[in-house]
């Protein structure tokens, strides 16, 4: 019976390994509707950027990051996913910074032509315009955020005929916690699993 309860354990352990998800950078995003360098109420906005793997400070194509996936809505209707980047991966790109207090900041950022001026866009099959403009360069990724991590350079655009009417036009942040995840269920299996496995070594020699 010991020795069946141990096997089990070692299953259960096995099976913890191959059932808990990968661990995923996420990056929470606000929106306000006022330039001015500072995120303020009323927001008009909010959005989630992730990834496979670990944040660190750096800055990187968004071709180079696995799994990406991006969601963004705002308070008149519209919202835009990753099906709906206009821009290519290669070209578009994010800068993560370190805001201090175990959190980090993230801001879009260009590469090849697309440093400054340029803009990563996003349209929906409403045709509404969601674009962010770089913030800055590759040697200096960051630009014109200051630490706080708010950037101005975004807009929402509604079409109206032959021109755009400009529905929210901003400040954004996108801040994520610096975290660790807790391996408390698998070490608890793990520990059922070393129990076990001491038990049945017990057993093997009370046996000889």
Do not use: W
């Not at 141990?6 to 191959?18: C, D, H, L, P």
């Not at 927001?43 to 990187?60: I, K, M, N, P, R």
């Not at 209707?77 to 991966?89: A, C, K, P, V």
């Amino acid at each position: 019976m010991l020795k069946k309860f141990s096997i089990a354990a070692a299953g259960v352990t096995m099976i913890s390994f191959q059932t808990i998800p990968a661990h995923a950078a996420q990056f929470n995003f606000t929106f306000d509707d006022i330039i001015d360098n500072n995120l303020a109420e009323p927001f008009v906005g909010s959005g989630v950027l992730s990834f496979d793997g670990d944040a660190e400070v750096g800055t990187y194509t968004l071709d180079s990051l696995s799994n990406l996936d991006m969601n963004f809505s705002f308070d008149d209707g519209s919202s835009f996913d990753i099906g709906d980047l206009r821009t290519n991966l290669s070209l578009a790109g994010i800068s993560i910074f370190d805001l201090g207090a175990g959190e980090l900041g993230l801001v879009f950022t260009g590469f090849n032509g697309l440093i400054v001026g340029g803009s990563i866009d996003f349209q929906n099959d409403f045709d509404t315009l969601l674009t962010f403009e770089p913030t800055g360069s590759i040697d200096n990724p960051i630009g014109c955020c200051g630490g706080d991590g708010v950037t101005n350079l975004y807009a929402n655009l509604l079409p109206d005929g032959n021109s755009f009417e400009t529905s929210f036009f901003g400040s954004y942040t996108a801040v994520s916690s610096v975290s660790t995840p807790e391996p408390a269920s698998l070490l608890g299996f793990l520990g059922i699993s070393i129990l076990g496995a001491s038990s049945l070594k017990r057993n093997q020699k009370e046996e000889v």
